[in-house]
C-alpha cells in the first residue's frame, strides 16, 4: 500500500490562516450589518411599513398617554395598536393616489399657516415648537399632508353618497323632546370596540362577544377604561384612550344615541352588538347650556375650485383678480354668475341667503363671521375650493327653531358620515393584502427605563 504524505508549506498555512480570519471578520461585519438594517415590519398591498417608522410612532403616542395620564399598557400590545393604525392609514393613502387625489405644496403651506393662527404663534414659532417636542418639522409635514389627504379621500369616498331628509329631522327633534335632552347638551363618551370581521364565521362572532361580557364585567368591577381601550379597542380613538371628544345627541352614534340620555355620568354599558363587532360605552361627563338667540348672516360668495388645468394656487389668484375688480365698482352678482364654480348660487348672484352658525363649513364660517356688513374678504380656502365672501346684512334672532333644525340636520349628517366611514373603513382593511411581520419582542430602546415605572418614556 502506497502512503501519500501532504505536506504544507508555511506560506500555505498562513494562507489558510488568512481565509479563516476573513470569514470569521465577514462574518461579524454581517451580523453586524444585519442589526443595523431597518426592519420591515408589515407588507401592504404594494407598499411596506419599516420599524423605523412603527417606533418613532410609538414614542409620540407615548408621550401623548403620558401627557394625559393615561396608564400605558405593556408595549408590545401598544405597539400592535398602533401598526393596526398605520396599516389602515396606508391602506388609505395608497386607494388615494391611484385616485388621483394628493395635496399640493401651496395647500400644506396655507394648512400650516392656519395651524399657526389658531395656536395664536408663527409658523418659525410653531416649527420650534415641534423641535422641541423632539418631532422633526418635516414629519410634521408629512402627516399634515396626509392628514388633508385622508380628509379628501374619505369625503369622496362617503360624504358624497350621504343625505338626510327633512323626515329624518322631524323624528331626531321628536325624540329629543321626548328624551328631555336640551338642544345644547353635551355628552363626553368612552368607547371600546371588539371588532369583526367584515365576513364574520359563528366562531368569530362568539370569540368577539366572549371578550367583550369579560371586558365589560372587568369594567364593572372599577377597571380603568382609558387603560382598557388603549389595549383591546379597535376603534380608531383607541390610542386615545377610547374618548369620543363631547358630542350632542345627534352626533352620538344611532346604535348609543337612546342609551345615553337614560346612563348616568360615570356609568358603562354594553356590550351592543353592530356589525363591526361589540361596543361598550362609558358616560365621562355632561353639560348643557341654553342658547337665547341666534346670530343669522346674509351672505355671498364666489367660488373657484381647482382641477388638474387650474393648481390652487391659480384658483387663489383668480379670486384675487375679481377682488381687484370688485374694489374698481364691478358688480359682485355679476361675477358670481360669470365666475363661480357653485352653479347653485351662482345664478342668485353668489347668495347663500340667511344662515345660522353652524350651516357652512369652519373655515368659511370662521372668515364670515369675521366680516363687516358689505365687507369683501380675501381668498378663503375650504375643502371645496378657494371663495371669495361678503356679508350682506347679520342679525340676532330669539326664534332658534330654523337653527335647531339646520343643527339637527348638521349633526345627523356627522353621524351618518361616521357610521358609513367606519364600516367603509373596515371593508377596505378586509379586502386588502397584509402581511404582518411584527418583531415577538420590542426594542430596548422603547422599554421602560426604570422597571419599577411602567410607564416611563
Not at 362572532?205 to 365589560?216: G, H, I, R, S
Request: some cysteine.
Amino acid at each position: 500500500m502506497t502512503i501519500r504524505v501532504i505536506t504544507v508549506t508555511r506560506a500555505a498555512a498562513a494562507a489558510q490562516l488568512l481565509l479563516v480570519a476573513c470569514c470569521i471578520l465577514f462574518a461579524g461585519t454581517a451580523r453586524a450589518y444585519d442589526e443595523s438594517i431597518d426592519r420591515i415590519v408589515a407588507v401592504v398591498e404594494d407598499g411596506v411599513i419599516l420599524e423605523s417608522e412603527l417606533d418613532n410612532k410609538v414614542r409620540t403616542i407615548r408621550r401623548s398617554l403620558d401627557q394625559s395620564n393615561t396608564s400605558l399598557p405593556p408595549i408590545d400590545v401598544l405597539r400592535r395598536q398602533v401598526l393596526d393604525r398605520m396599516i389602515l392609514e396606508k391602506i388609505q393613502l395608497q386607494l388615494a393616489e391611484k385616485a388621483g387625489i394628493g395635496v399640493d405644496d401651496e395647500t400644506l403651506r396655507t394648512a400650516v399657516q392656519q395651524i399657526a393662527q389658531r395656536n395664536q404663534i408663527s409658523v418659525d414659532e410653531l416649527r420650534a415648537s415641534l423641535e422641541q417636542e423632539g418631532i422633526g418639522y418635516a414629519d410634521f409635514l408629512n402627516q399634515i399632508r396626509s392628514e388633508i389627504t385622508l380628509g379628501r379621500f374619505r369625503s369622496s369616498q362617503v360624504n358624497s353618497q350621504i343625505k338626510v331628509t327633512d323626515r329624518e329631522v322631524d323624528h331626531y327633534l321628536e325624540t329629543q323632546a321626548q328624551s328631555g335632552v336640551g338642544a345644547d347638551s353635551e355628552f363626553l363618551l368612552g368607547h371600546i370596540l371588539i371588532a369583526t370581521p367584515q365576513a364574520a364565521s359563528p366562531e368569530d362572532v362568539q370569540k368577539a362577544k366572549e371578550k367583550a361580557d369579560a371586558l365589560a364585567a372587568e369594567l364593572a368591577k372599577g377597571a380603568d377604561f382609558k387603560q382598557a381601550a388603549v389595549e383591546n379597542s379597535s376603534d380608531p380613538q383607541a390610542l386615545n384612550g377610547g374618548e369620543l371628544g363631547w358630542r350632542k345627541l345627534a352626533q352620538i352614534p344611532t346604535l348609543f344615541a337612546e342609551a345615553v340620555p337614560k346612563m348616568k355620568k360615570g356609568e358603562v354599558q354594553g356590550p351592543m352588538r353592530s356589525p363591526n363587532g361589540f361596543h361598550i360605552i362609558k358616560l365621562i361627563d355632561v353639560k348643557g347650556s341654553e342658547q337665547q338667540t341666534v346670530t343669522k348672516t346674509r351672505v355671498r360668495h364666489i367660488l373657484i375650485k381647482p382641477n388638474e388645468a387650474l393648481s390652487d394656487s391659480d384658483a387663489e389668484q383668480k379670486l384675487v383678480g375679481l377682488k381687484e375688480r370688485l374694489a374698481n365698482g364691478e358688480d359682485f352678482a355679476d361675477l358670481a354668475r360669470a365666475h363661480s364654480d357653485d352653479k347653485g348660487s351662482a345664478i342668485k348672484g353668489g347668495e347663500l341667503g340667511e344662515v345660522e352658525p353652524g350651516a357652512l363649513v369652519p373655515p368659511f364660517e370662521e372668515a364670515m363671521s369675521k366680516l363687516k356688513p358689505s365687507e369683501i374678504s380675501e381668498p378663503v380656502q375650504t375643502q371645496f375650493g378657494w371663495h371669495l365672501i361678503q356679508v350682506l346684512d347679520r342679525r340676532e334672532s330669539s326664534d332658534n327653531n330654523e337653527a335647531q333644525r339646520n343643527q339637527a340636520r348638521d349633526a345627523l349628517f356627522k353621524r351618518k358620515v361616521e357610521e358609513e366611514t367606519e364600516l367603509w373603513l373596515r371593508r377596505i382593511r378586509d379586502e386588502a393584502y397584509v402581511e404582518i411581520r411584527l418583531p415577538e419582542a420590542a426594542p430596548e430602546s422603547l422599554l421602560p427605563s426604570n422597571p419599577l415605572s411602567p410607564s416611563s418614556p
